[in-house]
C-alpha cells in the first residue's frame, strides 16, 4: 500500500485521530495540473486534509468539497473526497511564484491571503451541509483547525505538509489530525495541547521515515493509542466521456448549435484531472437531440 489514512483513538475514545501519507496523491496532481511548487504545496495540503476528512463521512455515497475562495494570487482551490479514501481537486491557477516566507518555507499563505474556506457535505438529503469560515492564515492546516472549532464545535489540531523536490517533484506529503470528544478530562486536553507544541514538523517527521502511525505514536503514545483500521487513499477522478455527454446535453441549445455549424471537433477537459475528452461533430449531433 501506497498512500493510506490510519484511522485511531486514544484516552478511552475520548480522541479520534487520522493519520494520512499522501505522496503519490499530491504528486499526481501535480503532473496532472502542471503545478508550481507554491501550488503544489497549497494543493497537496487541502488533497491530504480533504481525504481524511471524507473518511469521517458514515454513507457509501457521501461526498466532501472542500473550496476556498482567496484574494490571493492562487484565487481558489477545490477538493472533493468520498468516504472511501477517493480524492481530486483542482487550482484556479497552477503557476503561482512568490519568494519563500521567513520561515525559508513555500509562502503557501501569502499566496491565498485573505479568503473564505467552505466545506460542503452532500449526505444524500435534500441540501447538501454547507459550513464556512474566513482563512485565518490561509496555510491550510490552521484554517481546517479554525473550521472545526468554529463550524463543527469540535476542538481539533490539524497538521499538514507537502515537501517538493528539488526537480519539483513532491518528496513528502502527509498529514494528521487529532480531535477531541466532548467527554475529554482538562487533564487529557492539557497533556495533548502540551504535546503538540513539542512535536516535529509533518514533513520533518514523514523525512525520518515515520509511517501514519508513527506520527501518530508520535503524539497519542502516551494517551494508550488505538490503531482502529487502515483506509487506502489515492487521486481518483470519476469523469468518464458519458458524464461529459451529459454536461455537453445540459448546455444552451443555441450554443450547441454554434459549435456544430463551426463543423471542427471539439475538446472537452475535465477540471479535476485535466483529461481530455474529443467529440466528432457527428457526436454533437447526437448529444443535441
Do not use: W
Request: glycine share 8%.
Amino acid at each position: 500500500m501506497s498512500d493510506y489514512i490510519v484511522r485511531a483513538t486514544a484516552a478511552d475514545s475520548s480522541i479520534r485521530a487520522f493519520a494520512i501519507t499522501s505522496k503519490e496523491m499530491v504528486e499526481t496532481a501535480r503532473v496532472n495540473h502542471h503545478t508550481s511548487p507554491l501550488i503544489t504545496a497549497a494543493l497537496g495540503r487541502l488533497l491530504s486534509g480533504g481525504a481524511m476528512m471524507g473518511t469521517m463521512m458514515k454513507g457509501e455515497k457521501d461526498l466532501l468539497t472542500l473550496q476556498i475562495q482567496c484574494s490571493g494570487p492562487a484565487k481558489g482551490l477545490t477538493v472533493t473526497a468520498d468516504s472511501k479514501g477517493n480524492v481530486k481537486g483542482f487550482p484556479s491557477e497552477p503557476q503561482v511564484d512568490l519568494p519563500l516566507n521567513a520561515k525559508g518555507k513555500l509562502d503557501v499563505g501569502r499566496a491565498l491571503d485573505l479568503g473564505v474556506l467552505s466545506v460542503i457535505k452532500d449526505m444524500g438529503l435534500k441540501e447538501p451541509y454547507v459550513g464556512q469560515c474566513q482563512l485565518q492564515t490561509g496555510e491550510i492546516a490552521e484554517d481546517l483547525t479554525y473550521y472545526f472549532v468554529t463550524s463543527e464545535q469540535t476542538p481539533s489540531a490539524v497538521g499538514l505538509g507537502v515537501l517538493v523536490d528539488t526537480d519539483y517533484t513532491v518528496k513528502q506529503a502527509g498529514g494528521f489530525i487529532i480531535q477531541l470528544m466532548p467527554f475529554t478530562s482538562d487533564e487529557v486536553i492539557e497533556k495533548l495541547e502540551k504535546r503538540i507544541a513539542e512535536i516535529d514538523s509533518v514533513t520533518n517527521m514523514l523525512e525520518k521515515g515515520m509511517t501514519p502511525e508513527g506520527i501518530l505514536e508520535e503524539i497519542l503514545g502516551d494517551f494508550g493509542l488505538e490503531i482502529n483500521d487502515t483506509i487506502p487513499t489515492a487521486f481518483a477522478c470519476d469523469c468518464s466521456k458519458e458524464k461529459v455527454s451529459r454536461a455537453l446535453a445540459s448546455i444552451n441549445k443555441k450554443d450547441l448549435e454554434a459549435i456544430i455549424n463551426d463543423g471542427e471537433s471539439i475538446e472537452v477537459k475535465c477540471q479535476f484531472c485535466n483529461h481530455s475528452y474529443t467529440f466528432e461533430v457527428d457526436e454533437l449531433k447526437e448529444i443535441g437531440k
